[in-house]
């Protein structure tokens, strides 16, 4: 059983989990269990290039982040488990939190935060009825959202990144992941505000 699933590892996917990663000193994250399912064939990134985000490098590529983004996770936060070259079919409610079911595996977990980009391509049965048109893209794209309030589609069940509602910018979907993280943690503090700051 999983505290926390991150579906996705694009911008938002990486971004939540390298916050909560981040908490790991904190005595609430301690012990809970993080995974993240690493799907990046479909990501925007693997097509976009970066002149316009504070802090990246003019020029630096989507695709490098993807890389870099993984590697970073794994170098600083290793007990965020990696789940690789598996894509989630399915999620559906059990008795503790939720069922999802990749093409390889089926994972149990609290809490889950869906971050799998906003194409209307999205096939994961369980989520259908919360897709709507996105509310801040062009028509003619017909894009899509998991309608939702604040991240949250019901309880412990979360949405980040494009596919939340935000417009397609990188800096806007990392921070949609970031915010997400803070609100886990935030709930596993028993409701009192967290962020997560490191000193020089
Ligand atoms: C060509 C192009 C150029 C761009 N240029 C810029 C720019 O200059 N500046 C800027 O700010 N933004 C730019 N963007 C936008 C930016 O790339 C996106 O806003 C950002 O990638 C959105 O992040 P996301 O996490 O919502 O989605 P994504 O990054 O697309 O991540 C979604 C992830 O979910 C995974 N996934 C999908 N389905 C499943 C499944 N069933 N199971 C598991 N995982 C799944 C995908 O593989 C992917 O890794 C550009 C985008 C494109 C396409």
Same mark, same amino acid.
């Given at each position: 059983m999983l505290d926390a699933? @991150? @579906?996705g590892g694009g911008a938002a996917g990486l971004s939540c989990a390298l916050v909560l990663g981040s908490a790991k000193n904190k005595p609430f994250a301690k012990n809970k269990h993080i995974a993240i399912i690493t799907h990046q064939k479909t990501s925007h990134l693997q097509m976009a290039l970066f002149n316009n985000v504070l802090g990246l490098k003019p020029e630096t590529t989507g695709a490098s982040i993807l890389e870099s983004g993984k590697k970073q996770l794994h170098d600083l936060y290793p007990h965020v488990e990696q789940i690789e070259n598996e894509k989630v079919c399915v999620i559906s409610k059990s008795i503790n939190g939720f069922k999802v079911e990749t093409n390889k595996n089926i994972y149990e977990s609290k809490l889950v935060v869906i971050a799998v980009g906003y194409t209307n391509l999205m096939t994961i049965?369980?989520?259908y009825p919360y897709i709507e048109p996105h509310p801040r893209a062009a028509i003619e794209k017909n894009r899509i959202w998991l309608k %939702?309030? %604040?991240?949250? @589609?019901?309880?412990?069940?979360?949405?980040a990144g494009t596919l939340a509602g935000w417009r397609s910018q990188f800096a806007i979907a990392s921070g949609s992941g970031a915010h997400v993280a803070t609100d886990i943690l935030t709930l596993w503090n028993g409701g009192k505000h967290v962020k997560v700051h490191d000193k020089v």
């Amino acid at each position: 059983m999983l505290d926390a699933l @991150i @579906i996705g590892g694009g911008a938002a996917g990486l971004s939540c989990a390298l916050v909560l990663g981040s908490a790991k000193n904190k005595p609430f994250a301690k012990n809970k269990h993080i995974a993240i399912i690493t799907h990046q064939k479909t990501s925007h990134l693997q097509m976009a290039l970066f002149n316009n985000v504070l802090g990246l490098k003019p020029e630096t590529t989507g695709a490098s982040i993807l890389e870099s983004g993984k590697k970073q996770l794994h170098d600083l936060y290793p007990h965020v488990e990696q789940i690789e070259n598996e894509k989630v079919c399915v999620i559906s409610k059990s008795i503790n939190g939720f069922k999802v079911e990749t093409n390889k595996n089926i994972y149990e977990s609290k809490l889950v935060v869906i971050a799998v980009g906003y194409t209307n391509l999205m096939t994961i049965k369980g989520l259908y009825p919360y897709i709507e048109p996105h509310p801040r893209a062009a028509i003619e794209k017909n894009r899509i959202w998991l309608k %939702n309030t %604040n991240h949250l @589609i019901e309880n412990n069940l979360y949405v980040a990144g494009t596919l939340a509602g935000w417009r397609s910018q990188f800096a806007i979907a990392s921070g949609s992941g970031a915010h997400v993280a803070t609100d886990i943690l935030t709930l596993w503090n028993g409701g009192k505000h967290v962020k997560v700051h490191d000193k020089v």
